[in-house]
């Protein structure tokens, strides 16, 4: 049971990345792929930040205390995280965005119909 505790941070990262990569490959509305790729992008930054947590450590500031680099939770992984956000919402505006002007175009969201239609 320890283990599993332990690797909670790891396991909800894994789900959202599977059901991510499920929407993606398996729903042919685009929103939900949309959605998907939000969700996989998710997993992924939950994974990022999992990986550079520590039990029990101290944000990483200085401020004079005897603790030793070992105690401090890295903040390597927050800092590529923030910036995976940043990415990840402009990549799903735009995502929506080109989605919108399908449906302008077309009329439905529904990709194996637009793979269908010629321009």
Do not use: C
Request: charged share 15%; proline share 3%; net charge positive.
């Amino acid at each position: 049971m320890e283990i599993l505790y332990n690797s909670m941070y790891y396991v909800g990262a894994a789900a959202l990345i599977l059901i991510g990569l499920y929407v993606i490959l398996v729903k042919s509305n685009l929103i939900k792929v949309i959605i998907g790729i939000h969700l996989l992008d998710t997993g992924v930054n939950v994974l990022l930040v999992s990986v550079g947590y520590i039990k029990g450590g101290k944000a990483p500031i200085f401020t004079g205390t005897s603790l030793g680099p070992a105690q401090f939770v890295d903040p390597i992984p927050q800092a590529l995280v923030l910036t995976a956000i940043v990415i990840g919402v402009g990549v799903i505006a735009l995502a929506l965005s080109i989605a919108i002007k399908l449906h302008e175009h077309y009329g439905t969201l529904d990709l194996r119909r637009i793979k269908e239609l010629k321009w």
